[in-house]
C-alpha cells in the first residue's frame, strides 16, 4: 500500500534551473496539495487541486506552477530556481467528501537545495 | 483573519513528565480539528482528529486532546512522555464549507524529551 510516493528525495539545484517534483497517490484521493516546510515556518499551501483538470494557488505560489492530467498525479514545477526555494516539500492528498477532506497523507519529502 | 495558534514554540520535558501543548484558532463555526507529529526526518502523520461527539478523543501512542468550543481550544495532552515522543507536533483545523472551506496550520512546536 503506497500511499502518497514523492520523487526526488533529495535534489541540489544551480540558481536558474528548472525542475519537477513528481507526486503521486494510490487513494483515489480527488484533494492533492503541495507544500513546503522551511525551519520555525510551519506549512505553507502552494498549490492544491480538487480533481483532476482542477488546480488553484495557495499561500506562496510564486516560482511554482502544477498540473493535474490525472487523479493519481500532482507534479510541482520550478521554473527558475532561487535560492529562496531551498525548503523541504511535502506533497499531500485527503478524501473528497466532507469530514474527511482534512484528513491529510503526506509523502516521505523532498528535500531541496538551490545553490 | 483565521488562524491558529500553538503557544509553545519549544518545549522540553524528562521523561515520564506529563506534556500538554496548546492549540487554539479563530473561527466561528463548524471546525474539524487535527493534530499531526513530525518525527526527526520524517513526514507528517495524523496523531488524532476530533469532529464531532466526545470532546475528547484519543490518539496512538497514549495521546488525547480535548475540544474546548467555549475556548476555541484544542489541547494535545499525554500523561507520561517518552524519548520516542522527540518530535514536532502540528496542530491544524479545518473550516469552512464548500469552496470557501480550508485547512489552517498552527506553526508547530518542537518537543525534545530528554532520556
Known amino acids: 500500500n503506497a500511499g502518497v510516493t514523492q520523487t526526488p528525495k533529495f535534489r541540489i539545484l544551480k540558481i536558474g534551473q528548472s525542475m519537477t517534483l513528481q507526486c503521486t497517490q494510490d487513494m483515489n484521493h480527488n484533494y492533492m496539495y503541495w507544500y513546503r516546510q522551511d525551519p520555525g515556518m510551519g506549512l505553507k499551501l502552494i498549490y492544491y487541486?480538487?480533481?483532476?483538470?482542477?488546480?488553484d494557488k495557495g499561500e506562496v505560489p510564486n516560482g511554482y506552477n502544477v498540473s493535474r492530467s490525472t487523479t493519481e498525479d500532482f507534479p510541482l514545477r520550478l521554473e527558475l530556481a532561487a535560492p529562496s526555494q531551498t525548503s523541504v516539500y511535502f506533497c499531500a492528498s485527503s478524501r473528497t467528501s466532507g469530514r474527511s477532506t482534512g484528513e491529510l497523507f503526506f509523502g516521505e519529502g523532498s528535500r531541496l537545495t538551490v545553490l | 483573519a483565521q488562524s491558529v495558534s500553538q503557544h509553545n514554540h519549544h518545549v522540553i520535558l524528562s521523561e515520564a513528565a506529563s506534556l500538554e501543548l496548546g492549540c487554539n484558532y479563530s473561527y466561528g463555526g463548524t471546525v474539524n480539528l487535527f493534530w499531526y507529529v513530525q518525527y526527526p526526518g520524517q513526514h507528517l502523520q495524523l496523531l488524532l482528529k476530533?469532529?464531532?461527539?466526545d470532546p475528547l478523543v484519543k490518539g496512538i501512542k497514549g495521546f488525547e486532546a480535548e475540544f474546548i468550543k467555549s475556548k476555541f481550544s484544542f489541547n494535545l495532552r499525554k500523561p507520561s512522555v517518552q524519548w520516542s515522543d522527540t518530535a514536532e507536533y502540528f496542530c491544524?483545523?479545518?473550516?469552512?464549507?464548500?469552496?470557501?472551506?480550508?485547512?489552517?496550520w498552527g506553526l508547530g512546536t518542537s518537543l525534545a524529551v530528554n532520556p
Open positions: 487541486s480538487v480533481g483532476a483538470g482542477i488546480t
Open positions: 476530533y469532529f464531532s461527539g
Open positions: 491544524a483545523v479545518d473550516l469552512g464549507a464548500g469552496n470557501n472551506r480550508k485547512l489552517i
